[in-house]
């Protein structure tokens, strides 16, 4: 009895824990919490991610297989392209928004607005 009634207690635990995850799954709209980013692979994470150091900055990454791929290329993996003007910004620093748990990032927040609007928009081809 005792056993069965253990496993329903981990079990309940165990679908807490999902159901946190799920509410924290594919987001769409602006990043608050960038420690839910993996910089590496700019997809939103039911949790926080790894805090990585390059350059005197903290970019989050998933795994530690993410964060050996982001020390062979740091400077590919630290920046990304403005959608709206291309311009070049850093990871660790630029706004960021989502779209269905894909990250985007922005040179400004007058350039996340305007994505936001519609970003199907700025998504098309790519």
């Not at 159901?19 to 799954?25: E, I, K, R």
């Not at 994470?45 to 795994?63: I, N, S, V």
């Not at 590919?76 to 660790?92: E, I, L, S, T, Y």
Request: aromatic content about 8%; some cysteine.
């Amino acid at each position: 009895m005792r056993i069965l009634l253990a496993a329903l207690a981990l079990t309940a635990l165990a679908g807490i824990a999902r159901a946190d995850d799920v509410a924290a799954g594919p987001l769409t709209g602006p990043v608050k919490d960038r420690s839910r980013i993996c910089m590496m692979q700019d997809s939103m994470q039911p949790r926080p991610g790894l805090a990585h150091e390059y350059k005197g900055k903290t970019y989050w990454l998933c795994c530690q297989m993410c964060e050996q791929s982001f020390n062979a290329d740091p400077e590919r993996f630290a920046h990304a392209k403005d959608p709206v003007n291309g311009k070049v910004v850093d990871k660790a620093t630029a706004p960021a928004y989502a779209v269905n748990g894909k990250a985007f990032y922005f040179s400004s927040g007058a350039t996340l607005k305007t994505f936001a609007k519609k970003p199907a928009r700025y998504l098309q081809g790519g």
